[in-house]
């Protein structure tokens, strides 16, 4: 090693080591994975499963899926919401309707969009009133500055009916 001393070679190889062992060493602290992603309950892994499969390969055995889980628990917003989504989907808007209606009820905090989707369902089923006090509402909740803008735009069309 051209004329590397003692000294320079105990400090290259400590150098060395402590690359090694920062290469190693674990990114996350033990014991702080599980806090940074909350386990999934048993229904939240089974209306995910439902959800896949009817955007997947068998959207059939998917909404049987979500339905099953609703006669397990009748109040899970989530298989309601799902359920709303696809039914708009489908163009089933009164099935769709009383879904979101559901959500809204249940947990309208943990789902703030359906006021959003309320709303364009009641439009779609020209009940214009309604589409417009959930419009309204959902403005007053929504922070994003996009959305707020197209939502006045629903609006603005929605009253020159």
């Given at each position: 090693?051209?004329?590397?001393k003692?000294?320079?070679?105990?400090?290259?190889?400590?150098?060395l080591?402590?690359?090694?062992?920062?290469?190693?060493?674990p990114?996350?602290?033990?014991?702080?994975?599980?806090?940074?992603a909350?386990a999934m309950?048993?229904?939240q892994a089974?209306?995910?499963?439902?959800?896949?499969?009817?955007?997947?390969?068998?959207?059939?055995?998917?909404i049987m899926m979500?339905r099953?889980?609703?006669?397990?628990?009748?109040?899970?917003a989530?298989?309601?919401?799902?359920?709303?989504?696809?039914?708009i989907?489908?163009?089933?808007?009164?099935k769709?309707?009383?879904?979101f209606?559901?959500?809204?009820d249940?947990?309208?905090?943990?789902?703030p969009?359906?006021?959003?989707?309320l709303?364009?369902?009641?439009?779609?089923?020209?009940?214009?009133?309604?589409a417009?006090?959930?419009?309204?509402?959902?403005r007053?909740?929504s922070q994003d500055t996009?959305?707020?803008?197209g939502?006045?735009?629903?609006?603005?069309?929605?009253?020159?009916?």
């Open positions: 090693m051209m004329g590397l003692k000294p320079q070679l105990l400090a290259l190889a400590g150098a080591v402590v690359i090694v062992l920062l290469v190693m060493a990114r996350t602290p033990s014991g702080k994975q599980e806090a940074q909350p309950s048993a229904a089974k209306t995910a499963e439902a959800v896949a499969l009817v955007q997947g390969q068998d959207p059939m055995r998917g979500l099953e889980i609703l006669q397990e628990d009748p109040n899970n989530e298989a309601h919401w799902h359920l709303g989504l696809f039914s989907q489908s163009g089933q808007y009164d769709a309707l009383e879904r209606k559901k959500v809204r249940l947990n309208e905090q943990g789902f969009d359906v006021w959003f989707y709303g364009r369902t009641y439009a779609t089923l020209d009940s214009t009133d309604q417009i006090a959930c419009f309204k509402k959902y007053t909740i996009a959305i707020i803008n939502v006045d735009r629903f609006l603005i069309e929605l009253e020159n009916k």
